[in-house]
C-alpha cells in the first residue's frame, strides 16, 4: 500500500503599497510542476486596472504559502523625462537636461528637435 499526501498549493495575493490585500481581484494559485511534487509553476500576476505590479511573475520558494505581490495605483506613478547627450561608448559629453517631472505612465512626450550640436 502507497499513501500519498496532497497539499494545496498557495496563491499569488496582490496587495497595495501597505500590504492590504486589493479586494475583489484574481488570486491565481501556483500550477503543479509536473514530476516534481515540492515545486510551484512559475504564475503571472494577474492584470489589475489602474494598477502596475512590482514583478511581472512569481515563481514560490514555499509552495504551499501565498505569496503578496505589491501594486502601485498608476494615477500616483509620475515620472521625468531625462536627455542624455553621450558619444558612442555611452560617456556623457554634454550635461543631461530634465525635461519634465509629471509625466505619467503612457504619457507622450517628443524630443524631436531636442539633439544638440556639440
Do not use: C, H, M, W
Not at 39 to 60: A, D, F, H, L, N
Not at 88 to 103: F, L
Amino acid at each position: 500500500t502507497a499513501t500519498f499526501t496532497y497539499a494545496k498549493l498557495g496563491k499569488v495575493v496582490p496587495v497595495d503599497p501597505e500590504g492590504n490585500p486589493i479586494p475583489d481581484v484574481p488570486n491565481p494559485q501556483y500550477p503543479n510542476v509536473p514530476g516534481e511534487p515540492g515545486k510551484g509553476g512559475t504564475t503571472p500576476v494577474p492584470e489589475i486596472p489602474g494598477y502596475r505590479p512590482e514583478v511581472p511573475s512569481v515563481t514560490p520558494d514555499k509552495p504551499g504559502e501565498d505569496t503578496p505581490v505589491k501594486y502601485v495605483p498608476i494615477e500616483n506613478a509620475k515620472y521625468s523625462l531625462t536627455e542624455r547627450f553621450v558619444d558612442e561608448e555611452g560617456n556623457e559629453i554634454s550635461p543631461s537636461v530634465v525635461k519634465g517631472t509629471d509625466y505619467e505612465e503612457g504619457s507622450e512626450y517628443d524630443v524631436t528637435g531636442d539633439a544638440k550640436v556639440i
